[in-house]
């Protein structure tokens, strides 16, 4: 999974999609996967970081990364 090339991110969560128009905002966190996916992470790098910094359970993790990335497809923002 990859965020499009042409995506527009900022660090305090701004998501734009030139190709539509659209444009989206995200929480503190989400920007973090976002700039960690744009650095060429894989999704299991991503969970892995995310499971070191912040005090989630794996199995919430995995429900909301679920969640997340069905959303992130649905915006026509990633490439699977």
Known sequence: MKLKKN???????FIFNPSTGD???S????AEILALMKAGQSAEDIKTEI???YDV???QLERDWEDWVM???DANLIDL
Do not use: K, V, W
């Open 57 to 59: 359970d794996r199995a």
């Open 23 to 25: 444009s989206f905002s």
């Open 7 to 13: 995506i527009a991110t900022s660090e305090n969560g």
């Open 51 to 53: 499971l070191g910094r």
């Open 71 to 73: 959303q992130l497809r």
């Open 27 to 30: 929480n503190p966190i989400a």
